[in-house]
């Protein structure tokens, strides 16, 4: 049983004050700090939040061990030097289940094409997932299945729960300026043709993110958005 209690208010504060200060001087004698108010409680959240998807048949996989973030920064080709992240986070991989109504294909097929996520950062805080920088042949596929039939994707992200929960799929500014070539310009969907990344979210207020039920909240989120999810897997 996991031993999640929800973060604490100081959690958010340390990041806050990480931004002010982003250098080993200062992180390293609070380097304890970070590990009791951060690393820890995002571990036993997502041994928390493994359990309601076992329990609750959602198709992710939460791994302690694997699904957050480090706290480092790769700073080899950046021009920024800040050795920190200002947020931490976790990554939820999809696990796999069934076969696609569609394309008969199982939905293991591409575990590397859909999942969640979760971020905590002072003023962004925030639940979400979908398919982020897929690679060409993946949404190329997407793309054709939007033109071929754009009614079953509709009918995913048109259901009254995704909408009320996320508003429809993301708009994250990532975006052609045109329609790629080889599909219809004037397509109704001519938007979601145009999309680098397909995604959902949503924000959290503090009292979610701070809250001991902050695993029911994340894994209410994904519930809904599963169907969504395991289309994109399909692909």
Excluded at 26 to 53: I, N, S
Excluded at 75 to 90: G, L, M, N, V
Excluded at 149 to 173: C, H, N, Y
């Amino acid at each position: 049983m996991s031993d999640f209690q929800g973060f604490r208010p100081e959690a958010i504060q340390f990041l806050a004050d990480l931004a002010q200060n982003n250098s080993r001087e200062w992180f390293q004698p609070r380097k304890a700090d970070y590990e009791r108010l951060l690393k820890r409680p995002m571990e036993e959240l997502c041994e928390a939040l493994e359990g309601q998807f076992r329990s609750r048949d959602i198709p992710l996989h939460a791994d302690p061990a694997r699904s957050p973030f480090r706290i480092y920064r790769d700073t080899r080709f950046a021009k920024d030097k800040s050795p920190y992240k200002t947020a931490a986070a976790a990554s939820f991989s999809w696990a796999g289940d069934g076969v696609d109504a569609v394309t008969g294909r199982s939905h293991s097929e591409s575990v590397h094409s859909s999942g969640g996520y979760f971020h905590l950062q002072p003023g962004e805080i925030y639940v979400g997932g979908g398919v982020w920088h897929p690679d060409k042949t993946w949404l190329d596929a997407f793309r054709r299945r939007v033109v071929d039939d754009l009614d079953s994707f509709q009918d995913v992200v048109g259901r009254p729960a995704f909408v009320d929960a996320f508003g429809g799929v993301g708009d994250d500014g990532d975006s052609l300026k045109r329609v790629p070539p080889g599909y219809p310009a004037d397509h109704p969907a001519a938007d979601l043709l145009r999309k680098k990344n397909v995604t959902f979210g949503r924000r959290l207020s503090d009292a979610e993110a701070l809250s001991p039920d902050l695993p029911v909240t994340l894994a209410d989120a994904f519930a809904t958005a599963t169907p969504l999810l395991r289309y994109l897997a399909a692909l």
